[in-house]
T-cell receptor, first 111, second 115 residues
Framework: QQQVKQSPQSLIVQKGGISIINCAYE??????FPWYQQFPGKGPALLIA???DVSEKKEGRFTISFNKSAKQFSLHIMDSQPGDSATYFC??????????WGAGTKLIIKP | ETGVTQTPRHLVMGMTNKKSLKCEQH?????MYWYKQSAKKPLELMFV???????ENNSVPSRFSPECPNSSHLFLHLHTLQPEDSALYLC??????????????FGPGTRLTVL
């Protein structure tokens, strides 16, 4: 019940395309869903986050879509660029600091 | 230096060695964390400190021993490690622990190899 399942494990997208990464959870008490981005040789950095009172949040080319009934949320990267190539982690928490992490998606954007 | 720094960046040690990892945050945060990152696995939270006090130990083996002398510094002392302990060890900090989730800021990690 404490797991967050992330898919796909790896993803290759052409430059200019849309990258989509999905996460699913079981614990309905989760109330905070961040996405972190990690470049090689760096630690993860917060990219965008959402709370379950909204179904979508957009920041530039990055959008989180949230489906409370399905217990799923996804990250969409529009107009994907080679600089977006990184590993993306979804996570969830339920009102405290402890994040439950997905296993990560390695995204490669081909020029 | 800005953000969260970690030293060393790479460490190779034998199973009988003793070594320490160091983390320093320059963000004025009060909470610090140690995570273990293994390939294709979720990040594993190991220890959490809040205002220098340990608040979380996620059943970590005693061969890992944390130390937090002040809110800016965090150490992870290692002794008699096993090859399966080879991983990237990440330090993170956040402004607070209470009052809901807060953005965690990560250092670049120490890549540990146990021979």
């Amino acid at each position: 019940q404490q797991q967050v399942k992330q898919s796909p494990q790896s993803l290759i997208v052409q430059k200019g395309g849309i990258s989509i990464i999905n996460c699913a959870y079981e614990n309905t008490a989760f109330d905070y869903f961040p996405w972190y981005q990690q470049f090689p040789g760096k630690g993860p950095a917060l990219l965008i986050a959402i709370r379950p009172d909204v179904s979508e949040k957009k920041e530039g080319r990055f959008t989180i879509s949230f489906n409370k009934s399905a217990k799923q949320f996804s990250l969409h990267i529009m107009d994907s660029q080679p600089g977006d190539s990184a590993t993306y982690f979804c996570a969830a928490s339920w009102g405290n600091y402890q994040l439950i992490w997905g296993a990560g998606t390695k995204l490669i954007i081909k020029p | 230096e800005t953000g969260v720094t970690q030293t060393p960046r790479h460490l190779v040690m034998g199973m009988t060695n003793k070594k320490s990892l160091k983390c320093e945050q320059h963000l004025g945060h009060n909470a610090m964390y140690w995570y273990k990152q293994s390939a294709k696995k979720p990040l594993e939270l190991m220890f959490v400190y809040n205002f220098k006090e340990q608040t979380e130990n996620n059943s970590v083996p005693s061969r890992f021993s944390p130390e937090c002398p002040n809110s800016s510094h965090l150490f992870l002392h290692l002794h008699t490690l096993q090859p399966e302990d080879s991983a990237l060890y990440l330090c993170a900090s956040s402004l607070r622990l209470a009052g809901g989730p807060d953005t965690q800021y990560f250092g670049p990690g120490t890549r540990l190899t146990v021979l």
